[in-house]
């Protein structure tokens, strides 16, 4: 059965993250649109989840945090639209048409998916700003492109996975084989291969386009991870959404090291029962790119164009929030190298295999 598609206000109270993407909410009075059909204030900024939805401890929810973060500190209104099971282009276009009808200002795009929908719908709303996530395939005089540098951080993912590996064998899941995925895939396996040459990396994606059930299906995660594990891989590394929470329980159960992606996953309570064998999370400052934007159009100074977030600005990274990875100096020493030679343009990071 398809979801319905949910466009609420939303409570700032942390314990939100862990609620069912398929929770209802009501709408504010104060979703009026302007005479014109066009936003005219950022009195109320909205975000239009990816695959999977808000409660995938990971993409989805590191752009929630960053509405969460302008909700409090700009003191604007929030509104979220959720995802449909197995929806197509016009579902996007009427979900992003009613966010901006409703005077919504930013209106973001989590993920690439929504590129075709904003091109139709943006210059129906010239006096709105539209944010899409992972996407430059799109521009427009209102349209914001919040791009990430992914192979810098799967870099350093693949100089630490090398580094603790007992077996010499890692793994890589994709959740959908397209060419940002691939970044994610180029780099983990250039950092893991310069780190040491003898390495093997393991890789597999668990759909093709148009299918995108790689990204929200924890069970396809799960399954291939324990496949790596069982080939010998005692760390794996997982860039499938909602998907790779199956990874990340398939290395746990086996007693082996995952790495997450997107947001810290070690701090993700949904996963708090795997933390132990999270060894590190590549981290895009998505929250961040969100909050951003919002800040921009709230002071009336839209930020448009592509906004580009590397390990020069702190916009992807590795996280170190698990005790027992800030205990390994010498993985961390290795990090730090690899970063520096990355931003001193040393090091020049593929973006595909």
Known sequence: MRRITRIATVGIASAALALSATACGGKKSSDTPAADGTAKAAASAAIAYDVGGRGDQSFNDAAYAGLEQAKKELKVDGSEAEPTEGEGEADKVQRLTELARKGNNPVIGVGFSYAPAIKKVAPKFPN?????????????????????????????????????SKTGTVG?????????????????????????????????????????EGFSKPDLGKATANGFIDGGADVVYA?????????????????????????????????????????????????????????????????VGEIRYGLDKDGVGLADSNPEYKKMADVIAAVEKAKADIIAKKITVKTAP
Do not use: C, M, R
């Not at 709105?128 to 349209?143: A, E, H, K, L, Y």
């Not at 994709?174 to 396996?189: N, S």
């Not at 996963?271 to 060894?279: D, N, R």
């Open 128 to 164: 709105t700003t539209f944010g899409i996530i992972d996407d430059t395939s799109v521009t427009g005089p209102n349209i914001a492109n919040l791009v990430f540098n992914e192979e810098q951080g799967s870099y350093l993912a693949g100089v630490a996975a090398a580094k603790v």
């Open 172 to 212: 890589f899941i994709g959740g959908v084989e397209v060419p940002l995925i691939k970044k994610f895939e180029a780099g983990f396996t250039q950092g893991v291969k310069d780190t040491n040459p003898n390495a093997k990396v393991l890789s597999h994606y668990l759909s093709q386009p148009p299918n995108f």
């Open 239 to 303: 860039a499938a959404g909602l998907a790779g929470s199956g990874a990340i329980e398939a290395a746990a159960g086996k007693g082996k090291w995952a790495i997450g992606v997107d947001s810290d996953q070690y701090n993700q309570a949904g996963l708090a029962k795997y933390k132990e064998h999270i060894l590190t999370s590549v981290t895009k400052d998505v929250s961040d790119s969100v909050f951003n934007l919002v800040k921009s159009v709230k002071d009336g100074k839209p930020t």
